[in-house]
C-alpha cells in the first residue's frame, strides 16, 4: 500500500511533462475536469475554488496538499481561491485558530487577497433557505432524541424509518424553526431535518439534520444565535453564495455529494461542481485533527508547533521550507484512491530544496578533544571555507583553526573495525579545510575507560587538504576550533510513531501505543563555528556531514538551539546495520 509517491494515482496521478523551467509540470484529474468545463464554456469562463477550514486546529501537511490544490487550481486557470472558514460549530472553534489558519497558508506561498469569508457571515441567508425549504414541503421540526434520530436512521443493510414528527403542516415548522432559533427550546430537544428519503440506499439521505439547537458563543457572532447549521447544509450553500465554480473535497464527501446536489436543487440557486480526490495520509503520521489534538492537549509533544508534528507549524519550525512542502504536493499528484505516501518522500523534497540553498557550516554535535601537538600553542589561522558548493553565489567564509580542537566523537574508534576509515591510532585522516592529521596518543579516563581526548600531529605541507606528495586519505572530517567554538544544544527528531500504519492499529490497541519514546533527543554539549553567532531563528544551515538544521525560536544569545531538520543520507549507519545483520 506504501510507494514512494501516491501508489494510487493510476492514470489520474501526476503526469510529467516538462515545464519550461525544466522541472516537471504536473497536472492532474481535477485540473483536467476544470480546463474542460472551461472548453465546453461552462460558468462563463470563470474558474473560482475555495480552501474551506474549520477553525478547530492547526493545519497539517494534508491541507496544505488541499491549499495547493484549490489555489493551484485556480492559478493555473486564471481564476480566483477563496479562504472560507466553515465555522458552524462553535463548541470546537477558536478564534486561535482561524489567526493561525491564515499565517499558515500566507506561509505556504498563497494569498486570497480580499477574499476572505467565514460561513457565519452566511448565517442569515442560511436560515432563510432553510425557511424556503419548509415552505416548500422538504424540511420539517423533528422532536426524536438524538439516539432516537439514530435509531430511526437505519443501516447500510436497513432501511431507515419515518419520523413521527415529518409530516407536520408547513405552518407548524415555520412556527417551530422561528421558536427554535427564538431561542424557547433545550438544546438538543428539536432538529430541523430535510425531507428527502428514509429509504435511500445512502444514509446521507435519510431526512438528514440541517439545524441543531445549540447555546454556544461563536467567535464571531457572539450569542446571537442558538441554532446552528450543519456542515451538509452550510457548506453547498456557501459555495452557491460565493460563486464558486469547483467545489474541491476530500473523497469522505462522495458520499454526501447527492445532498450537496439535492439542497441546491430543491432552492433553485447557482450551482457549483463538487469534486472529490483522496485525501493525504503519510506514513509514520496521524493527519486527523482529533489525534492531533490529543498529542497536543495530553502533553506527547510540546504544543501544535512541536517539531515532530505534521502541522504547517511544527514543519515550519523544523526546518521545512515552504517550497519543498508545495514541491512534495505537486508530486504525490492528486488521486481518485486513497493511499499512503512515503514520509520519505517528504523527506527528499526537503532535502533537494535544502540542498540548494542551505549554507554549509561546521559543527560538532558530540564533541571529542584533540590537541594538534605539533602546532604552534597560540596561532591561529583563517582558513577559507566555501559556503554552497551548489550556489557559487554564496561565497566563502574564513573558519579558524587552532592547536585545540573537537571533532564527532563517533568519526574516531580506537580498534576500528575493517569498513571504518575515520580516525583510529596511527592513521591519517584530512581535517575540511585544513590539514591532514595523524592521531598519535590517546588519553582515556583511568575509571571509565572512555576517550577523553586525542593527540594528533598534523602535516603543514596539506594546508587546504592536498598532500604535495599525493599521499591519500580516506576520509574528510568536520571540527571546529576549541577555543572559538559557540556551545549550542541540538534537537535530533526521529519519527513520532513507531510504526508505518499508526492509523491501522489492532482493535484492542490505541495509536498512542505506537508513540516513539526515542522520537527526541537532546545534546547539550555541542559546539558550532563561530560564523554561527549571529544565526536567526529560523535560519536554516547544512551542518557538514550530519545533516540540515533550524535555529529553533527557544534560542537566547549565547544558548543557541538547532533542530535537525533532516538528517543527510548516512552511508555508514547503512554500512554498520548491514554488518549487524550478517553477524
Ligand atoms: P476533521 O479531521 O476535523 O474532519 P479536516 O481535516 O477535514 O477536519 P477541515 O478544516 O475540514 O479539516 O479541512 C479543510 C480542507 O482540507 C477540507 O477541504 C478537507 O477536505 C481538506 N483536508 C483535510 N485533511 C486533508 C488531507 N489529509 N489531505 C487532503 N486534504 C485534506
Ligand atoms: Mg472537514
Request: hydrophobic share 30%; charged share 30%; aromatic share 10%.
Amino acid at each position: 500500500m506504501t510507494s514512494p509517491a501516491n501508489s494510487g494515482s493510476g492514470k489520474e496521478g501526476a503526469k510529467p511533462s516538462g515545464g519550461p523551467d525544466g522541472r516537471p509540470e504536473t497536472s492532474n484529474f481535477v485540473e483536467e475536469i476544470v480546463a474542460e468545463d472551461l472548453k465546453a464554456g461552462k460558468n462563463g469562463g470563470r474558474v473560482h475554488t475555495r480552501f474551506p477550514p474549520e477553525p478547530n486546529g492547526y493545519l497539517h501537511i494534508g491541507h496544505a496538499k488541499s491549499i495547493c490544490l484549490n489555489f493551484g487550481t485556480a492559478a493555473k486557470s486564471g481564476g480566483l481561491c477563496n479562504l472560507r472558514f466553515d465555522d458552524t460549530n462553535p463548541s470546537k472553534e477558536d478564534v486561535e485558530y482561524v489567526e493561525s489558519i491564515q499565517q499558515d497558508v500566507r506561509w505556504l506561498g498563497f494569498d486570497w487577497v480580499d477574499r476572505l469569508f467565514y460561513a457565519s457571515d452566511y448565517f442569515e441567508q442560511l436560515y432563510q433557505y432553510a425557511v424556503h425549504l419548509i415552505q416548500a414541503g422538504k424540511a420539517y421540526v423533528c422532536d426524536l432524541s438524538p439516539d432516537e434520530v439514530r435509531d430511526y436512521r437505519g443501516t447500510l443493510t436497513e432501511q431507515g424509518k419515518e419520523s413521527p414528527y415529518r409530516n407536520r403542516s408547513v405552518e407548524e415548522n415555520l412556527d417551530l424553526f422561528a421558536r427554535m432559533r427564538a431561542g424557547e427550546f433545550p438544546d438538543g430537544s428539536r432538529v430541523l431535518r430535510a425531507k428527502i428519503d428514509m429509504t435511500s440506499p445512502n444514509i446521507n439521505m435519510r431526512d438528514p439534520v440541517i439545524y441543531r439547537i445549540l447555546r454556544h458563543t461563536h467567535h464571531r457572532t457572539g450569542d446571537a444565535w442558538c441554532i446552528y447549521p450543519t456542515y451538509d447544509w452550510t457548506h453547498g450553500l456557501s459555495d452557491s453564495i460565493e460563486g464558486i465554480t469547483h467545489s474541491i473535497c476530500t473523497l469522505e464527501f462522495e458520499n454526501h455529494r447527492p445532498l450537496y446536489d439535492w439542497c441546491l436543487e430543491q432552492l433553485g440557486i447557482y450551482h457549483p461542481r463538487q469534486i472529490e480526490f483522496a485525501r493525504l495520509e503519510l506514513t509514520y503520521t496521524v493527519l486527523s485533527k482529533r489525534k492531533l489534538v490529543q498529542l497536543v492537549e495530553e502533553g506527547h509533544v510540546r504544543g501544535w508547533d512541536d517539531p515532530r508534528m505534521p502541522t504547517i507549524r511544527g514543519l515550519k519550525r523544523r526546518g521545512y521550507t515552504p517550497e519543498a512542502i508545495r514541491n512534495f504536493c505537486d508530486r504525490i499528484g492528486v488521486a481518485k484512491f486513497n493511499s499512503v505516501v512515503d514520509i520519505r518522500l517528504l523527506e527528499h523534497c526537503l532535502r533537494e530544496d535544502l540542498n540548494r540553498r542551505a549554507p554549509r557550516v561546521m559543527a560538532v554535535l558530540r564533541p571529542l578533544r584533540v590537541v594538534i601537538d605539533n602546532y604552534p600553542e597560540g596561532k591561529v589561522e583563517e582558513l577559507e571555507a566555501i559556503n554552497n558548493p551548489e550556489d557559487p553565489s554564496a561565497g566563502t567564509r574564513k573558519v579558524p583553526f587552532s592547536r585545540e580542537l573537537y571533532i564527532e566523537r563517533e568519526d574516531f574508534r580506537e580498534d576500528p573495525p575493517k569498513e571504518f576509515f575515520r580516525l583510529a591510532p596511527g592513521r591519517e585522516v584530512r581535517l575540511r579545510y585544513a590539514y591532514f592529521v595523524k592521531c598519535t596518543g590517546v588519553v582515556k579516563d583511568p575509571a571509565t575507560g572512555e576517550v577523553t581526548e586525542l593527540h594528533c600531529a598534523y602535516d603543514p605541507a596539506t594546508r587546504g587538504g592536498d598532500s604535495p606528495d599525493g599521499r591519500k586519505v580516506k576520509a574528510t572530517l568536520h571540527w571546529v576550533s576549541a577555543p572559538h567554538s559557540l556551545p549550542a544544544e541540538a534537537r535530533l527528531y526521529d519519527h513520532l510513531f513507531t510504526v508505518e500504519h499508526p492509523n491501522d492499529v489492532e482493535a484492542s490497541r490505541d495509536f498512542k501505543d505506537y508513540l516513539n519514546p526515542q522520537s527526541l533527543e537532546v545534546l547539550t554539549s555541542c559546539r558550532v563555528e563561530p560564523s554561527l553567532a549571529c544565526a536567526t531563528p529560523e535560519s536554516r544551515y547544512q551542518f557538514e556531514r550530519l545533516g540540515y538544521f533550524c535555529v529553533d525560536p527557544d534560542s537566547k544569545p549565547g544558548a543557541i538551539v538547532f533542530n535537525r531538520t533532516v538528517a543527510l543520507r548516512d552511508t555508514w549507519a547503512k554500512i554498520e546495520k548491514g554488518l549487524k545483520a550478517k553477524q
